[in-house]
């Protein structure tokens, strides 16, 4: 079920001496709440839409992924689609979620083209690498935050014991940019090996690609 709502900003002028505010029923502001007990990771939502298994959507990201807001479009990405809240106020540009990761667990190297992708670590520490091999890295202790620009090859996995190791991520940017997510090519070969030849396309036909870092 995803929630919808519309944008409530009161009109403000830089000659108004006062704030003009709004006020929202209580049935209006549940519109805005998402209950976490009421989520489904994406990767079971992304099963019942595109008949991907979720093993095959664990090997390619978090073990468990939660998007709470993200923009509303046309033509959803994987992350809006999945959304239990799409929509916003302050121009209806960003995606709000939740990334679950057991030991050793993470996505798979890829890049943004042109959203800005942020990490915050909740709990449990998290190794973030970039770079086209994944040959930088730095680490987020609970509490720290780190921002991925455009076009960087990025990834994250969870170096603690914490078996639900948790980290928040936020990517912002133009609400037509979002769906930009490219995997490097390995992860396709990785994929194939797993999961059989023919998963690559089963991918592509849902949107994802597997040409971050080639030139075209």
């Not at 540009?93 to 990761?101: G, H, P």
């Not at 042109?114 to 091999?133: A, H, V």
């Not at 090859?153 to 928040?168: H, K, W, Y």
């Not at 390995?186 to 949107?207: H, P, R, S, W």
Request: aromatic share 6%; glycine share 8%; net charge neutral.
């Amino acid at each position: 079920m995803h929630k919808k709502f519309s944008a409530r900003c009161p009109d403000q002028t830089q000659e108004n001496t006062q704030m003009k505010t709004i006020d929202l029923t209580p049935e209006e502001m549940e519109a805005r709440t998402v209950r976490f007990k009421k989520l489904r990771p994406r990767s079971a939502m992304a099963q019942d839409k595109t008949g991907i298994p979720p093993e095959v959507s664990r090997a390619l990201a978090a073990d468990k992924n939660y998007t709470y807001m993200a923009p509303l479009l046309p033509n959803n990405s994987v992350i809006t689609e999945n959304a239990a809240m799409r929509g916003g106020d302050a121009g209806n540009a960003i995606s709000l979620s939740m990334a679950i990761c057991g030991p050793g667990k993470g996505p798979q190297l890829h890049a943004h083209a042109k959203t800005c992708e942020s990490f915050f670590c909740l709990n449990g520490r998290f190794s973030i690498t970039w770079g086209d091999k994944g040959q930088h890295e730095t680490v987020l202790e609970p509490l720290d935050f780190i921002a991925i620009p455009p076009g960087v090859v990025r990834t994250f996995m969870n170096i603690s014991d914490d078996p639900e190791a948790r980290l928040l991520v936020i990517i912002q940017g133009d609400r037509n940019d979002f769906g930009d997510v490219y995997f490097v090519p390995e992860v396709a070969e990785m994929l194939m090996a797993q999961f059989g030849n023919d998963i690559k396309a089963k991918l592509e036909a849902t949107g994802r690609r597997f040409t971050a870092g080639v030139a075209e």
